[in-house]
Structures are given as structure tokens and as C-alpha cells.
């Protein structure tokens, strides 16, 4: 059963699926005959919107020797994605460079129409949507709407149509499947279930894995530890919830994963993390599995419906106002204020993660130590004048 009711399951916590030749056999009909597919992915792809697109265009290829491009929204900013798209050699287009026009399908894969990280082209109609990302949408006027949130990630959902129907796949393709179901489900810790488990069994015996090593272990430039410093610094630990803001970064990307890293600490149970990029503030939540309050309705909650997710990880993104005195650091504020109410951490419980406001740091060090050498050139300077 392929059903656009998010309560519904077609089977994602079995250990077997079921319905994967019905889903396949539904799929073929809606792209038989196609001879131009494009498949749309999610804004800002991650590997999991990579993975899943590129195991697509290799069924597409495979049953119907059509080549189908990959267009997106936003950019891959993370070196391990680029890393991804290098390796396996995945080509994606920008999606404003094209005109939707000249294909004649299109496949959205890792998020739906609807949502917020779905930037289709005003009126494209996607004839097949993929996705596992909880949805307050209706996808009647897909018609071949392949969704379920019971699914760990969207490379499962593409994984199970290959490998449970039999279809032999290629090194790359289940390279790329591997570690999109890898980074979606946190190493098959976060929303997996036995199915995704099984997928990933499959698809990670035929992986390149020193491919999937240079991925993971793909060096970061200095620019990196430059915002990490930043995180941890500006870090503060209010009752059992964590927040912290990173400032203008390269790529949204990063909040995500400084989430994850402080989501690490003892004691934990929430975790905020946001810094902004051209016109949008980024955030990120993390939470503890079965709280009442869940991760997503608070991302709704706090930045006026620019976000939502899943239980226990969610993000917002919210435009920052165009006026001059626009100030993301006030923003910040704001929204910290807004979740610790939300999630009822008790603001007088504040603590710094590392160091106090206003505590010696390598900037104010380096600052001194500048100021010094200055002074120590001037003095130079003078007894030169002198003799
Ligand atoms: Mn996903």
C-alpha cells in the first residue's frame, strides 16, 4: 500500500517488504514510455537525497536505457557531500538552469512537494514523489506518490524497490545507497527500523568502502574549526538543554553537524544550534527519543512554521528581514528565548559550555598579543630615531 497518510506504514518496520513489487510494478507504468526523466532533489541535497536520486536514475537507465538528470536547489556544501559527488562521480544540475518544460517526468526524491525544502519551479507537478520525511501534505495529484515516514531515509525506500525485487546493482549505486541510509539514520541509530537495517545489510556488501572512507574522512578547510571554536565557545547549558550560535557560516550544513556533536554531552536532553547564510537563519534540534514534546513541533513552534522534522531532529530556516538594522545575533536571541520556553529548560539554570562571557579566548590572546607586538615596534622604532 502506497499511501500519502503519514499514520499509515507500508511496512517500513517489518523485517521484510512486502509491498516492493507492487511499488516497483507502479513505478515502471508511470515511467514507461518516458524518454526525458528528471529527478528533482531535495534543497541543499544531502547524502541521502544523492544517494536515493542516484539509485533512481540508474533504474531509469536500467529498464528503460533513459539517461535522467539530477537537478537541484541550493548548494552541497559539506565537504563529505562533495566528496560524495566526486567519488561516485554523480553529476547535478542546477535546478534555475533548466527549463522543466523539456522533460517529461519528474521525480522528486528525499522531501515533497509542500515542504520547505522542496523548491520545485511554481506549478511543476511531479509525477513521482519519494520521500520519507514526515508530511502535512497531500500528494493526491502525484501519481505515483512512493511515501512513508516509517522509512530511516529515502536511499532505504529506493534500496528496498532494487534489492527486494531482485535487481542486481552496481558498486557505485549501492556506494552511494550505503552511505545515504548511513548519514540519514546516524549509523542506523536514529529512526531506523529492520528494514532500513536490511537494506543497508545489502546494499553495504556490495560498497566500495575505501570509497566510503575518503567520503567520511574527506579533509575540511581551516574555516572549519574557525566556526567549531565559535560553537563551543559561545555555547550555553540552560537546565538540560544546549544552545549555541555560530554566526554567518559557508554552508547551512553546519549546524546540523555541531548539533549533532554537542547533542554528545552528559546530561542532554535538547540540544539548538543556529548561524546564518545570505537571507536565511539556519537552526537545527536535536532531542532525546520519547519526550512528550517532539523536535519537529518545537522547530515549528518556535520559528512561526519555517520548520519542522522528525521526533528527535528537526530544523528551521527563517528569513532574515531585509531592513538594514536587521541583526541575525538579536534573532538568535530571540528564537533561544522561544525554544527554552518551548522545551521548559529553566533560563536561571544557565551555564557556559566551556568558557564564561568575556573569559580570556584565543581571539582576545591573539588580540593582546598583537597589541604588544605593536607596542614593541614602536619603541624600536623610537630608539632607532634616537641613535
Ligand atoms: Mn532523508
Partial sequence: MTTTDPQASNGASNGAHAEAPQNLRRLLSVARGRRRPLIHLQHNPDPDALGSATALQYMFERFFGVQAVLAYTGRVGRVENRAMLRHLNIKIRPSYKIDYDDYDLVAVVDTHPGSGTCQLPKGVVPDVVIDHHPSLNSLEDVEFPYYDPEFGSTS???????VENGIPISTRVATALTYGIKTDTMDLSRGATPLDERIFREVYAVADKRVLSHIERARVPQEYFVVLERALRRAQVTDFALTTFLGEIDHSDMVAEVADLLFRLDGIKWVMVSGFNGPLLYCSIRALAGKDV???????????????????????????????????????????????????????????????????TSDSVSQSRGEALAREADREAEARERS
Avoid at 156 to 161: F, K, S, Y
Avoid at 321 to 345: C, H, I, N, T
Fill in 294 to 360: 517532539k523536535a519537529g513541533a518545537v522547530a515549528r513552534e518556535i520559528s512561526s512554521g519555517k520548520g519542522g522534522g522528525h521526533d528527535t531532529f528537526a530544523a528551521a530556516q527563517i528569513p532574515i528581514p531585509e531592513s538594514e538594522d536587521a541583526d541575525p545575533g538579536q534573532m538568535y536571541e530571540d528564537l533561544r528565548e522561544r525554544f527554552l520556553k518551548e522545551v521548559r529548560a529553566k533560563k536561571s539554570l544557565t551555564r557556559p559550555l566551556t568558557v564564561p562571557p568575556g573569559a580570556q
Fill in 156 to 162: 532505504t525506500m529506493v534500496g528496498a524497490l532494487l
